[in-house]
């Protein structure tokens, strides 16, 4: 959190560029009186969380830094499936109270 905050930037920034660097960031919608196309940014390529932390951001003050630098880049392992009821997301939570609690 300190070298984000030094480099100008926030949490919420940071997600906003890893978005832009992973699947492409929603910026804006451009309407050319007949159709409507979402403008999105994206950057480079990668293939491995190495190649991603080795990306180069652009910060406010601390001028051009690489993603690695600003955040810890690990894998980990994400859900198999999203569920969705009514067409929203929703999180289910499976706990096991110990024995003794009725």
């Given at each position: 959190d300190r070298r984000i905050a030094q480099?100008?930037?926030?949490?919420g920034d940071i997600a906003s560029m890893v978005r832009a660097l992973?699947?492409?960031?929603?910026?804006?919608?451009?309407?050319?009186?007949n159709d409507?196309?979402?403008l999105i940014l994206r950057g480079d390529k990668w293939r491995t969380?190495?190649?991603l932390s080795?990306?180069?951001?652009?910060?406010?003050?601390?001028?051009?830094?690489?993603?690695?630098?600003?955040?810890?880049v690990i894998?980990?392992?994400?859900?198999?499936q999203l569920r969705r009821v009514n067409g929203k997301r929703?999180?289910?939570l499976l706990?096991?109270?110990?024995?003794?609690m009725s």
């Open positions: 480099a100008g930037l926030d949490r992973s699947g492409g960031l929603f910026i804006a919608e451009y309407f050319d009186g409507r196309m979402n969380p190495d190649e080795s990306l180069p951001v652009h910060t406010p003050n601390a001028g051009l830094q690489t993603l690695g630098e600003l955040a810890e894998r980990t392992v994400g859900p198999t929703t999180v289910s706990l096991n109270p110990p024995e003794e």
